[in-house]
């Protein structure tokens, strides 16, 4: 019996799309332009960073909008030693639950930091702003060490 | 024997090509807020969410109900997403009806949406597939040679796709919500139009709109105590067949004759043309009219095309029919939603709460809905009285 053959193909597929942000989100993008972060106050009065439309227990409409800091500590991380190419960083890093100044709530980004044995549960970090500004997540270039 | 349950509240957004002052949370949350409200209810009120959407390469979200959580208030309720391409908002709505019809929810609400402006809905739809022949087709690509079958398999003169499409602009006209408003449009812009997919015109097309609709479904208890009438569920029927096999019927599918066999037995209804006050038919390009009338038994096979010219389905022409008063799909036509928003409309009809698309006295209505290759078919038949 001959030896079966197994189908093979490469295959591509893209698409353009478009993203309305909306109000809330858009804010936030719009703030990181700027080179500010900005949470939105939740029905229980927490401050929720990165803002949502919507509160995630009662449903309500959001629009309190605060201001909070760009510097704030780790919650948790988890280390990266040896980034791969779709990674923010060339260089060893750490993936990292980030609550700043003012925020009730952690949000995910990157930290910068020179070894694993650097980093601790409550560690000082602050926001790296990239060179040029335009209203996008990355906008942040990670968080280092304070 | 299943529950009694009914539509007790009904929202829409303003169709429309883009809708860039919102998020598609912030979309699907207008309607279903809207909802909400003339249900007279809050969110502590609903039981669980029934969310329907057209493929999730439409718009590239993936999961869109993770995502939406929050804007649809499921915190601690049971929520679920429902995929029938373009029948999608019809089955969603079915889906909801039957969580209400089993007992196991008091009140739940069913949300449809699609946002065409952010999206590639059109090549989305026939996206290349590894090991297969590449259609590339789009969708009026698919119809257009079944259409072209049912012109030559009827003998039916080449202007009725135009009436259907001015029929159903005018109609939209008459309502507030329709993407389309053209009350000045005639046969001959219609006929004058490009040509698309021969035989199918620009104009005979339906448009891109972006748009979401909402309903909600409660039990027999809490329909008799809402503040506005309730159209109470007659019957629900969904069907399928394979989208491509040698010999397969496509002009006059066996999946939508036998859905709304099904459908009508429920409903008590012999004669559909007789017994129906008005249809929400899905008819995103005109000459699904006709072969619709015909499949779904409102005309003899050959015949659905006298319907539509004689304008026994016109709201203008005082019609013993009317198909598509609000205007159909040839006037809105957010994909994902475009099922729910016929089921919706065939309950605001019963409801008596149509505006100017009212059919005057509407007491049973038919909500319908196909997708894929016209191979999913989902229908529901909405009463002013129980039974």
Partial sequence: MPESEILNQAFELGYTYTRSTGPVVGRFLTGLRDRKIVGIRASDGRVVVPPMEYDPDTAAELSEFVDVSSEGEIVSWAWVKHPRE??????????AMIRLDG???????????????????????????????????????????? | MANLAAVVGIGQTKYTTKRDDVSIAGLVREAAQNALDDAGIGWDDI?????????????GVIMPEIYLTD??????????????AGSVGGSTALVAASHVQSGAFNRVLTVAFEKQSESNAMWALSNPQPFSTHLNAGAGGYFA??????????????????????KDRLHGARNPLAHLQRPDITME?????????????????????DGACAMVIANEELAEQSAKPPAWI????????PTMYAGREEVNPQAGKDCAADVYAQAGITDPRRDLDCAEVYVPFSWYEPMWLENLGFAPEGEGWKLTMEGATSLDEGGDIPWNPSGGVLSSNPIGASGMIRFAEAARQVRGDAGDHQVEGARLALGHAYGGGAQFFAMWVVGADKA
């Fill in chain 2, 71 to 84: 804007a649809l208030g499921c915190n601690g309720k049971p929520m679920l997403r429902v995929h029938t």
């Fill in chain 2, 47 to 59: 039981d669980a969410v029934i969310l329907g959407k057209a493929p999730d390469m439409f718009e």
């Fill in chain 1, 103 to 146: 925020a009730d709530v952690p949000m995910v980004h990157w930290v910068q930091a020179g070894d694993e044995s650097d980093l601790h549960t409550g560690a000082r970090v602050r926001a790296r702003w990239a060179d040029e500004t335009v209203g996008f997540i990355t906008d942040i270039a990670g968080f280092e060490l304070v």
């Fill in chain 1, 86 to 95: 779709a990674h923010p960083s060339t260089e060893p890093f750490a993936w």
């Fill in chain 2, 145 to 166: 040679p079944i259409i072209r079958e049912y012109m030559r398999r009827s003998n039916a003169p080449d202007d009725v796709g135009i009436k259907v499409a001015v």
């Fill in chain 2, 189 to 209: 812009e219609v006929k004058e139009s490009f040509m698309l997919w021969d035989p199918i015109r620009f104009l005979e097309s339906c448009p891109s709109s």
């Fill in chain 2, 234 to 241: 007659r019957g629900v029927a969904m069907r399928s067949e």
